[in-house]
């Protein structure tokens, strides 16, 4: 059991780890589980004026702590069987008594300042011994009992899991046995809300016990020690810690430790759960906007495609009626004078298409950097409200309070999370402020517009050159004086002009079907790339918000995991300790 309980507790050691847990706990469970090689740890607790220390020497039967009526135990104080009597000062604050009282044989009584102690860091000693107690005898007077210290230190103990007495000392300061009565039921009462469980209460005066051994071994001392009930209570001592129930506590004592961190962390790890969830949903939300965006932007986008080709389409349509009105009988004498097509064809067909074009992608790359700018706008608004409003479900740290976290523990946890998601909103709020529209044009409009003049705008040119070597009817060898010119005339009138032009039109379709075609997917590709661009800057903004949801709601069900196994763990191990099966 002992070595089950061992690797119980280094398993929790080890999730502590991983939890990034508080110094404090991490240190307790260290000590708790290194007591179970120390002797067994009587604790004496309650306020200074509750009478520990006389208690304490009339239950081991001798002067071996010094009393008074201001607080004389300025440290934890150490009572262990010693064959000589000494006192030492342990680095640690922590004082040894060694005493040779045949009590103190199988028992190291622990005495701790009271919970009320001036010097705060006495409390503070006895808050963080009495994890490693095995058993907890805690004095209350009988004229106050229950003081607001008390309640407060009781509530502490609770958590622990120990076994817990209750001594009301000075009962001999209560005139009659109903006025004591009533005192122990108000003590029960308390103690049921308090400790959530019935513990044994024993009314003594330790007052009167030590007058009882000074007296002479007759009636007198009789009637005192009678009197002190402080037998009762000794007699309880000795049946409860004889060899078995001392080693049965022994191995519980730590148990109550392990299951109050493992419950306090269990519940951190399901707010930790609880809130990484809603980071994921957080981050699939913002996935959710740029995949709506991106669809937006490419629906957008078709439609200011088409009004680029529109342009093409109605050039098209002013190449065909130039056609009809320029190859025709009568225009003849132009028809030879090839740089005079040439010139006509630019200026009605061609005209101002390059211009146009030229208009409709600067519209286009505005549109695209506003629409950005829109996104990051968007976003970086969307994480402020997440920011703001997990920091009200957290708690907003002070200044100088950067260590905060959730429920108290310590560690990083929280204090990482909120840098990441710090520096995400900061990265946002920087692409928001620091946002140049001229600039994003600029840098967008060199790529898109270099695109699309080397791609398309020149086939502009090029159909202009294409439509001047449809239409000349090899001329330049024909002679257009006398039979010659006739010839060709005649020629051209009645089946070569039908023809070119029949030719003009269609190579001229086909090349504006191919100059819409590059300069649809050349628009296109570079819209891509740009949407895509803009898409991975925001990813990359977000990959360490999204890194640490994914890796810490891995490492939080892990733990949750290890941590419920372990609880598992030492439910069944209690119950064995308890039953005494091995």
């Known amino acids: ?22 110094s404090e706990d991490a240190e307790t469970l260290r000590q708790v589980t290194q007591s179970l090689q120390e002797p067994f740890l009587l604790v004496v607790a309650g306020e200074f004026n509750a009478g520990k220390s006389a208690f304490i020497n009339a239950l081991v039967g001798e002067q071996v702590l010094t009393e008074g009526v201001t607080p004389t135990t300025a440290h934890v104080t150490l009572l262990r ?13 922590i004082e040894e008594v060694a005493h040779p009282a045949s009590f103190l044989r199988d028992v190291v009584i622990v005495d701790t300042p009271g919970t009320n102690a001036v010097l705060r860091h006495h409390e503070q000693l006895t808050n963080e011994f009495v994890p490693r107690s095995d058993f907890i005898l805690f004095v209350t007077s009988a004229d106050r009992p229950f003081t607001e210290s008390e309640r407060q230190f009781l509530e502490r103990i609770r958590n622990w899991g120990k076994k817990v007495v209750l001594v009301i000392n000075k009962a001999d300061l209560i005139a009659t046995p109903d006025d004591l009565n009533q005192i122990v039921t ?30 002479s071994a007759g009636d007198e001392g009789v009637r005192l020690w009678e009197a002190s009930r402080l037998g009762t209570l000794r007699d309880y001592l000795l049946r409860t810690l004889d060899e078995e129930g001392r080693a049965q506590l022994k191995l519980l004592s730590p148990l109550g430790v392990i299951q109050r961190l493992t419950l306090t962390y269990s519940d951190e790890a399901a707010k930790r759960a609880a809130l990484l969830d809603e980071d994921a ?73 390059p211009a146009q074009i030229d208009q409709a992608v600067n519209d286009m790359i505005d549109w695209i950097v506003e629409q950005e700018h829109r996104l990051w706008l968007s976003v970086n608004d969307y994480l402020t409200r997440r920011r703001q409003g997990s920091a009200s479900v957290l708690g907003t740290p002070g200044a100088g309070d950067e260590e905060h976290v959730i ?11 909120r840098a990441v998601l710090q520096r995400v909103a900061t990265a946002a709020e920087r692409a928001v402020n620091s946002y140049d529209r001229d600039e994003e044009a600029q840098q967008l ?16 040119g090029a159909i202009g050159l294409g439509v001047g070597l449809a239409v000349l009817v090899g001329t330049a060898a024909a002679d257009f004086t006398g039979i010659t010119a006739a010839l060709v005339i005649g020629g051209l009138g009645f089946g070569i002009l039908p023809y070119r032009r029949h030719r003009a039109k269609v190579k001229f379709d086909e090349r504006t079907s191919e100059l819409n075609d590059k300069l649809t997917s050349t628009l296109r590709d570079q819209f891509e790339r740009e949407l895509e661009a803009g898409s991975q800057r925001m990813h990359e903004a977000l990959a360490p918000y999204t890194r640490f949801v994914r890796v810490e709601r ?10 419920t196994r372990i609880h598992e763990q030492t439910d069944s191990l209690r119950q064995r300790i308890e039953s005494g099966k091995r």
Do not use: W
């Open 554 to 563: 891995e490492r939080v069900t892990a733990i949750s995991e290890q941590l």
């Open 445 to 460: 409009a060199a790529s898109l517009q270099s695109a699309v003049a080397t791609s398309a705008l020149v086939e502009v």
């Open 281 to 353: 949903r957080t981050v699939a939300n913002i996935e959710a906007q740029l995949k709506a965006h991106s669809d937006d932007m490419r629906a957008a986008f078709e439609q200011r495609l088409r009004a680029v080709q529109t342009i093409i389409l109605e050039m098209r349509n002013r190449g065909d009626r130039f056609f009809d009105d320029t190859i025709r009988l009568g225009r003849i004498p132009d028809l030879v004078r090839a740089e005079k097509v040439r010139a006509e064809f630019e200026r009605q067909v061609i005209a101002d298409v």
């Open 1 to 22: 059991m002992l070595a089950e309980e061992r690797r119980i507790a280094e398993d929790l050691g080890e999730c502590l780890r991983g939890f990034q847990s508080s």
């Open 81 to 93: 069987y010693g064959e000589t009597a000494s006192v030492h000062l342990r680095p640690d604050g």
């Open 407 to 417: 429920g108290g523990i310590g560690g990083s946890f929280d204090f990482n999370r």
């Open 186 to 215: 108000f003590v029960r009462q308390h103690s049921i809300a308090l400790l959530g469980a019935t513990p044994e209460i024993f009314p003594l005066s330790a007052r009167l016990a030590q007058q009882a051994r000074r007296a």
